[in-house]
T-cell receptor
Framework: EPEVTQTPSHQVTQMGQEVILRCVPISNHLYFYWYRQILGQKVEFLVSFYNNEISEKSEIFDDQFSVERPDGSNFTLKIRSTKLEDSAMYFC??????????????FGPGTRLTVL | GDSVTQMEGPVTLSEEAFLTINCTYT??????LFWYVQYPGEGLQLLLK?????DKGSNKGFEATYRKETTSFHLEKGSVQVSDSAVYFCALSDASVLGSRLTFGEGTQLTVNP
């Protein structure tokens, strides 16, 4: 069964450093998403991406964040200058985008980001 | 905006007990409803879904019915197993919009003891 993959599984970085989290979506899916889950809190939506542009973003997704699909397979989330409060589990998700009302998002295993 | 409220956890049950995890929602549009499960050390897996009122989603012995009149989507299982120990998330998305974000509840930690 096709699945979403994410790398790395765990990333440790110093405050102020840039990080790039990578996701390989399910191959025939058209919509891509990033969510995050701070320890002990809800899973929160960050951004959705379709046809090589952002389709929706939350208030969390400020100028420090960016997304792109650099090579037609990977989908990346970049945090330009990490803060302590960016420490969280980051989940990539994808959906086929072919059927309004039944579209389902499939999640990767997550990247745990720790900012020191 | 849209929101999802789950019963407070954690929930601890003995094997073969009956499980109910309550979920209610507030939505401006007409949502699709989902239950996702997160096993220890893993990502979110879709457990079941329902896309219109009175639909029942089911999978692996779990069931949930989309109740528009009570804005609820409670998760039930008749006889839980130790392997069901996980965190369960109720979520919704706008069914009328492709690529709509998921809005999640707080998650409910379930522990099943042998």
């Amino acid at each position: 069964e096709p699945e979403v993959t994410q790398t790395p599984s765990h990333q440790v970085t110093q405050m102020g450093q840039e990080v790039i989290l990578r996701c390989v979506p399910i191959s025939n899916h058209l919509y891509f998403y990033w969510y995050r889950q701070i320890l002990g809190q809800k899973v929160e939506f960050l951004v959705s991406f379709y046809n090589n542009e952002i389709s929706e973003k939350s208030e969390i997704f400020d100028d420090q964040f960016s997304v792109e699909r650099p090579d037609g397979s990977n989908f990346t989330l970049k945090i330009r200058s990490t803060k302590l409060e960016d420490s969280a589990m980051y989940f990539c998700a994808t959906s086929s985008g072919r059927a309004v009302g039944t579209d389902t998002q499939y999640f990767g295993p997550g990247t745990r980001l720790t900012v020191l | 905006g849209d929101s999802v409220t789950q019963m407070e956890g954690p929930v601890t049950l003995s094997e073969e007990a009956f499980l109910t995890i309550n979920c209610t929602y507030t939505a401006t549009g007409y949502p699709s409803l989902f239950w996702y499960v997160q096993y220890p050390g893993e990502g979110l897996q879709l457990l079941l879904k329902a896309t219109k009122a009175d639909d029942k989603g089911s999978n692996k012995g779990f069931e949930a019915t989309y109740r528009k009149e009570t804005t609820s989507f409670h998760l039930e299982k008749g006889s839980v197993q130790v392997s069901d120990s996980a965190v369960y998330f109720c979520a919704l998305s706008d069914a009328s919009v492709l690529g709509s974000r998921l809005t999640f509840g707080e998650g409910t930690q379930l522990t099943v003891n042998p």
